[in-house]
Every structure is written in structure tokens, then in C-alpha cells.
């Protein structure tokens, strides 16, 4: 009996799929947790094409598919293929809703860089608007480790640190999976990202204690199954371009 019982659970663990990591590994913004290797990521390459599924959030040329929070027309500025934060003219997000998605985004901090530590090359891809991948120009740059770039932030930091130089262009391909939550709002499964940071995994399937938040890990609070995806304004003048995504929810 004892016997067949430890085999059940040896053969459960075995068997089982890799569990998402939920715990973070340190206190949110301590100093001393372990920087994340720096290494070297591949030279920057041509635009990536948007496959035949995807939905184009943006080409280069137009705000169209792009908000401000309280939905009038968004005033980053646009020239030459790509978008540049406004300081202090808002966030942005998308006019469409979305679930799970694979989304890619490229951006480029500001060249030449400015300041240091959290006010350096700061922005952030928030899905549903709530759970930030932090964009920041990591590039010889320290800050807290769960603040740098492709930090779920406050939270995870990145498994490396895949950073390119200012003023080149960066990118994040990321899977994102929506929390799930039952009819009374109780919390069935967390947000879950695998982020690639220019080519590289940087988080993987990493499960959020909550919302990604500057000061402390609020637990979840129910929300709809489809949201905007945001762009922060950080006052920094970051800029994106080849924004697409492909929804996994049809
Ligand atoms: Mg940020």
C-alpha cells in the first residue's frame, strides 16, 4: 500500500507538466537580489513580418488602433516607421480588447541615454492593462532586478539580461495567458508569460502573484476575459514600432 502510494506520487511527478513558477525570488525591489547574467543577444535584425493571423496594432504609419486611457485619439508621436512616448501626454492603449495572446513588440530606448537606475529608457507593455513587461534601458544600467528590462515587474526578474545599446532596436516576443476566474471571482489560474527579450527566454512560464504594481504584489482582482493592451508613459522618449499580435482565444 505504502509502497504503491509512493509510486503514484513518482509517477505523478513525473508525468505532470512543468508547474508555472509562482513564487518571486525576492523581496519586491531588493537591491541585493542577483543581477541576471548579462549576455550578449544577437545583432539587431530586420523588422519581424506580422504572420497571415495576426492583427496589426502598428505599422509604422498610423495611431489608428491606438487610445488614450480615456478613449480619445492617442498623441504619441509617429515618424519615420515608428511610434516616440509624448512625455506627459499619457499612456496609450489599444482601441481592441484581447485575451491571450503572442504579441511582438520592438522598441529602442532613447540615444543618447539619460539618467540613471528606473529613470532611464522607461516604458512598459501592460497586457489587459494591468500586468507589465518593463521596458527600461538595461544596457549597462543597474536598478533592482525585478525593475529591469523584461522584468515582470515588481516581480520576476528576467532569467538574463538580453539588453541591447540605446538607440537600437530591441524586441519582445511574448506569450501571454489571461488569469482565469470562476463566476464568483475567486482565482481558478494565474497570468502566465514566456517572454522572449531579442530572441532570448527571459521568463518562462512564469505565473504573477497579482497585478504588476510599483508598491507591493496586490493579490488578483476579477476582471473581463478581454482587456486593452497599454504602452506606459514613463516621461522617457521611448520608442516602438512593429506592433502585431496573434490571438489564442478564436
Ligand atoms: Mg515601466
Request: hydrophobic share 35%.
Amino acid at each position: 500500500m505504502i509502497l504503491h502510494f509512493r509510486i503514484s506520487l513518482i509517477t505523478l511527478f513525473l508525468t505532470a507538466p512543468l508547474a508555472a513558477q509562482s513564487a518571486p525570488p525576492c523581496a519586491q525591489h531588493d537591491m541585493k537580489c542577483p543581477a541576471p547574467p548579462v549576455i550578449d543577444a544577437s545583432p539587431v535584425g530586420a523588422p519581424v513580418p506580422p504572420p497571415s493571423d495576426a492583427v496589426v496594432l502598428f505599422d509604422g504609419k498610423s495611431l489608428a488602433e491606438w487610445r488614450k486611457g480615456d478613449g480619445s485619439p492617442a498623441q504619441w508621436l509617429v515618424k519615420n516607421g515608428y511610434m516616440e512616448v509624448a512625455p506627459g501626454k499619457g499612456g496609450i492603449q489599444t482601441a481592441k480588447s484581447f485575451g491571450d495572446v503572442q504579441l511582438h513588440v520592438e522598441w529602442a530606448s532613447p540615444n543618447p541615454p539619460k539618467g540613471t537606475g528606473q529613470d532611464r529608457g522607461n516604458s512598459g507593455v501592460f497586457l489587459m492593462g494591468r500586468y507589465e513587461v518593463q521596458v527600461l534601458d538595461s544596457y549597462g544600467n543597474s536598478t533592482y532586478p525585478d525593475g529591469q528590462a523584461a522584468a515582470l515587474y515588481g516581480q520576476f526578474p528576467p532569467l538574463v539580461n538580453a539588453s541591447r545599446k540605446p538607440g537600437e532596436w530591441q524586441s519582445y516576443d511574448i506569450v501571454f495567458r489571461r488569469p482565469r476566474f470562476d463566476p464568483s471571482g475567486a482565482l481558478l489560474s494565474p497570468a502566465t508569460f514566456t517572454v522572449f527579450h531579442n530572441g532570448v527566454l527571459v521568463q518562462d512560464a512564469v505565473g504573477l502573484t497579482g497585478v504588476t504594481a510599483h508598491t507591493g504584489r496586490p493579490p488578483y482582482e476579477a476582471h473581463p476575459d478581454r482587456l486593452p493592451i497599454s504602452l506606459q508613459d514613463h516621461q522617457h522618449p521611448v520608442r516602438f514600432r512593429n506592433i502585431w499580435l496573434r490571438e489564442l482565444e478564436r
